[in-house]
Every structure is written in structure tokens, then in C-alpha cells.
């Protein structure tokens, strides 16, 4: 199973945009997402479960959401909150989202889903929707040009530097 894992931030479109891209332009279609969320971002959540399914529903695939309580002011806690998430998907292909959230949250997701180029936590892609305007923020991805957004897959970008 393709599995999905990222953080809820404050920007709606921040958490539901990558997935939409890695849909459209990698093939990468989930069947299972969990949600890092806090009390601060709670009120997200709804928004992002139904742009999800929505989206996923294009694919003929009808989701599983789990919710991950984090303390976003507790950098140890949400480690380990990430580590066992992505630790329950053994045997599963697993994408990490580092888009949303705040920067240490980006910052462990790269360090886990890299643990050993990937291999340690069987993260296949580490993802990141880059936009070139900030103006597109807030907008659905089928409404950002494409030539405003690039979808990175940063251990591609990393195995091709140590080749």
C-alpha cells in the first residue's frame, strides 16, 4: 500500500497541494494518509480530509485518515510522534510531505525520511511543493500555473548528488 504522512499546518492548500501534485505528476497515489496535527491547527483538518478525498476519489480510491496528536512546541515529542508513524508503514511504500508545518517540523521529516538514504524507514520520496510566488499560497494546485510550482522529490535530488 502507498502510504501518505505530513504534517497539518495553517494553510490548508500547504497540506493538500503536494499530494494533488504527486498524484498528477509522479503517479503517487496513497490509500492511506496520517496527519500530524496540534490544538493550534485543529480546526484544519476537516478542510484537508475532504480536499484529500476529493481528490483521491479521482483515483477510485477512497482513503484511510489517521490523526497523530504532536506538541508543536515540543521538538523531541514530535520526533518520536514522526519516527513511529513512519515505523507502523513497514513494508508499505511511504512518502514523506515536508510542505507545511514549521521549518523543524520539515527539518525532522527530511532527517527521517533520509535515515540512510531513505532505506533505514523505507521512505521512498521525500516531497516538496516549491511555488514560485507566495501569491499562490492559498490556492487549490489545479488553479497555480505550472509554471509556478515545482514538486521536488528531495531524495532523488539527494541520490543524484552522491552519484
Known amino acids: 500500500m502507498r502510504v501518505w504522512v ?22 503517487f497515489v496513497p490509500g492511506r494518509v496520517h496527519l500530524l496535527k496540534n490544538r493550534k491547527v485543529e480546526r484544519n483538518v ?3 480530509k475532504d480536499w484529500v478525498a476529493r481528490v483521491l476519489e479521482c483515483y477510485d480510491v477512497k482513503p484511510v485518515f489517521e490523526e497523530h496528536d504532536c506538541d508543536e512546541e515540543d521538538m523531541d515529542a514530535f520526533a518520536k510522534v514522526f519516527i513511529g508513524v513512519v515505523r507502523s508503514e513497514a513494508g508499505n511504500e511511504i512518502a514523506v ?5 514549521r521549518k523543524f517540523m520539515s527539518a525532522c521529516a527530511m532527517a527521517v525520511a533520509m535515515a540512510d538514504r531513505g532505506q533505514k524507514f523505507n521512505v521512498s520520496k521525500l516531497y516538496y511543493l516549491y511555488l514560485f510566488n507566495a501569491a499562490y499560497q492559498d490556492r487549490p494546485y489545479i488553479l497555480i500555473p505550472f509554471n509556478q510550482q515545482r514538486l521536488v522529490n528531495v531524495l ?6 552522491y552519484q
Open 46 to 48: 476537516a478542510p484537508v
Open 156 to 161: 532523488e535530488c539527494v541520490r543524484e548528488g
Open 6 to 27: 505530513t504534517t497539518v499546518g495553517s494553510s490548508v492548500f500547504a497540506v493538500v497541494n503536494p499530494l494533488w501534485a504527486a498524484c498528477i505528476r509522479d503517479g
Open 97 to 101: 510531505d515536508m510542505t507545511p508545518g
